[in-house]
């Protein structure tokens, strides 16, 4: 107890000096504790297309963006992509992913975000526990739902939230959360590593001794070049882009929880990505758009699955990525690329807002 006392006045004592004071803890003492959960093993994945049948988006008006304080412009997409399971299984398909851009290429290139020495990547992990200085941390203070999204802008010397109050309680979890700071994009040289302990990232580069995770595979990555725009429509509960963040060229978006996201064997389904919003302009320039008249279009598109029944006992996450060029057609009401639909037939949405349905026209 006399030990207990003198750590609680350390650490009160720390903090009017302006200190960081942070000492481990044992899982023993915390009665409610998120447990950590090893990596499941790898099983075998589902074998899933995805193709862009129809594509038609149009540009609306150009304005200010207070928030911002830049210019930004409006626009209307439709997207229809064919979503097939080659499995012989039933699988999950938990989101799919539309980009139009300039220049789209698998693998890596020299503007590329994953090697470039222009970009500086961050990534995030966790592990069952980590050594610091000699000391063993096994247990995290996490203080809201948000800690991930905001902990480059914290790292930064950033404060994202302002006056706005970050999501959910906090809580106690078994294991360490790591942030690292890589020079010369995601795939670049590590430079410094950071750890939540206890709610404060610190940095512990240098002084850390942790099991790493793999690295990702180059050859699954994908390059994108000059987008025009881009979202991802996850099709099971997640987070969606806030507000600040659908003026730039990607969001991504969920679709109601009640949507059925079960593909049976060899089933295909047509997925909508649809939505009307502002980009800014410095991304969806003039000039660009000129050049759509003229020149197909990248596209990258992507879908994530899983087998059917496997959430929880082995992992058969998996993605699919295809990239083709488009040549988009100039109508009176944008541009448009349509590869299914006759003069006589129209998409019916359902009632989630994700899936179309072929119907002639009345």
Not at 152 to 167: K, L
Request: charged share 20%.
């Amino acid at each position: 107890m006399a030990t207990t006392k003198k750590l609680v006045f350390i650490g009160i004592l720390s903090l009017l000096v302006g200190t960081v004071f942070a000492t481990p803890l044992l899982v023993a003492e915390l009665e409610e504790i998120k447990p950590y959960k090893d990596p499941l093993p790898k099983g075998t994945t589902a074998d899933v297309s995805v193709d862009v049948i129809y594509a038609n988006f149009s540009i609306g008006d150009t304005w200010l963006h207070e928030d911002s304080n830049r210019n930004v412009t409006d626009i209307t997409y439709f997207v229809v992509l064919n979503v097939t399971n080659n499995s012989d299984e039933c699988a999950e398909v938990t989101s799919v992913e539309f980009t139009a851009a300039k220049n789209v290429t698998k693998g890596i290139t020299g503007d590329s975000p994953f090697v470039s020495d222009k970009f500086t990547g961050y990534s995030g992990w966790e592990a069952e526990g980590a050594w610091v200085d000699g000391i063993w941390y096994n247990v995290t203070w996490v203080p809201h739902n948000n800690f991930w999204i905001n902990c480059t802008s914290i790292i930064q010397g950033q404060d994202m939230w302002g006056e706005d109050s970050p999501e959910g309680e906090g809580y106690w979890m078994e294991g360490v959360q790591i942030m690292d700071k890589r020079e010369g994009g995601i795939l670049g040289t590590i430079t410094s590593t950071y750890m939540n302990m206890n709610g404060t990232w610190v940095d512990v580069t240098g002084r850390i001794n942790v099991t790493r995770p793999e690295e990702a595979d180059p050859k699954d990555l994908v390059t994108v070049s000059e987008p025009l725009f881009s979202e991802m429509k996850c099709l099971i509960p997640g987070t969606s882009s806030g507000m600040e963040n659908w003026v730039l060229d990607g969001i991504t978006t969920n679709t109601d929880a009640d949507f059925n996201k079960r593909w049976l064997a060899g089933e295909s389904r047509l997925i909508a990505i649809t939505n009307n919003r502002s980009i800014l302009t410095s991304i969806l320039s003039p000039s660009k758009l000129e050049l759509v008249k003229t020149e197909p279009v990248s596209i990258k598109l992507r879908a994530h699955h899983r087998i059917n029944g496997t959430l929880g006992i082995i992992d058969t996450y998996s993605f699919t990525t295809k990239i083709k060029s488009v040549q988009f057609e100039t109508t009176p009401q944008g541009y448009l690329y349509n590869t299914v639909l006759s003069d006589d037939q129209m998409f019916m949405m359902d009632e989630f807002g994700a899936e179309v349905f072929i119907e002639p026209r009345n």
